[in-house]
């Protein structure tokens, strides 16, 4: 099976699996595990160690944080390590809601190169400034 596992500081992962289920409906192959204000990293890795302690060997994880570099993302990425889980893992930060959504739509529909670029364009063209036009000229 492969797994969309998101990892982020605070509540920002699993309110994004709460917005994921909402348009994609509920699904087993969504987790997602937040580093809680006040925890350290060390005790992040063993809550997440728990979190994916359910995943097999030969499953497959993408894994999606909210910073690169980040301690929740550099963590999740060293406990996969530790559970030699790697071989089997797409790593992507910086995730946001069409990105995500993407990738859970996506992920078991496409080669892994093709994925790559589908959701990192999701990710991208979906960052645009929206600005509010102002009627009023028209008017007069």
């Known amino acids: 099976m492969r797994y969309v596992v998101m990892v982020s500081h605070g509540q920002f992962a699993n309110g ?3 917005a994921l289920m909402m348009l994609a409906g509920q699904r087993e192959d969504v987790i ?3 580093l809680e204000n006040g925890k350290s990293a060390d ?3 063993q809550d997440f160690e ?3 302690d359910f995943i097999k060997q030969d499953d497959e994880i993408i894994l999606l944080g909210d910073l ?3 301690s929740p993302l550099t963590t999740a990425m060293n406990v996969i390590h530790e559970k030699n889980m ?3 893992c797409i790593i ?3 995730m946001n809601l069409p990105l995500a959504l ?3 739509l996506m992920k078991d529909t496409l080669d892994k190169e093709t994925f790559l670029q589908q959701v990192l364009h999701e990710g991208q063209t979906a960052l645009k400034e929206f600005k509010i036009e102002n009627d009023e000229d028209d008017d007069i």
């Open 16 to 18: 994004l699996k709460d």
């Open 43 to 45: 005790e992040f890795a």
């Open 32 to 34: 997602a595990s937040g």
């Open 68 to 70: 690169i570099g980040g």
């Open 92 to 94: 992507i930060g910086g």
């Open 102 to 104: 993407t990738t859970v």
């Open 50 to 52: 728990k979190t994916i």
């Open 86 to 88: 790697d071989e089997h």
